[in-house]
Nanobody
Framework: VQLVESGGGLVQAGGSLRLSCAASGFPFDDYAIGWFRQAPGKEREGVSCIRRRDDNTYYADSVKGRFTISSDSAKNTVYLQMSSLKPEDTAVYYC????????????????WGQGTQVTVSS
């Protein structure tokens, strides 16, 4: 199993970024692919999740209306479109795979990517 994130960077408040999570080594459509983030000194939190098989999705309240998750089965890739970014969105963003429904429990995500840094300046 491999998960590789990309697309992070530095953006001004109000701007947008699109993160990608390229997955391999497991049945993509049957697994929940979650995005998590961890800011310095804070616990890792679930941001969004998608399970392709039944279009099951989840968004944390803090990102509803601003972030959109989608997936491309042909590319085994999940995207997180982030808009109206705020400084409090600054964190390392991780994608993870779990044989569960969204949002699932943290311990159900058994494989993790290396993370990508998102920094939002004010």
């Amino acid at each position: 199993v491999q998960l590789v994130e990309s697309g992070g960077g530095l953006v001004q408040a109000g701007g947008s970024l699109r993160l990608s999570c390229a997955a391999s080594g497991f049945p993509f459509d049957d697994y929940a692919i979650g995005w998590f983030r961890q800011a310095p000194g804070k616990e890792r939190e679930g941001v969004s999740c998608i399970r392709r098989r039944d279009d099951n999705t989840y968004y944390a309240d803090s990102v509803k209306g601003r972030f959109t998750i989608s997936s491309d089965s042909a590319k085994n890739t999940v995207y997180l479109q982030m808009s109206s970014l705020k400084p409090e969105d600054t964190a390392v963003y991780y994608c993870a795979a779990g044989f569960t429904s969204c949002p699932g429990r943290y311990y159900e995500y058994h494989d993790w990517g290396q993370g990508t840094q998102v920094t939002v300046s004010s």
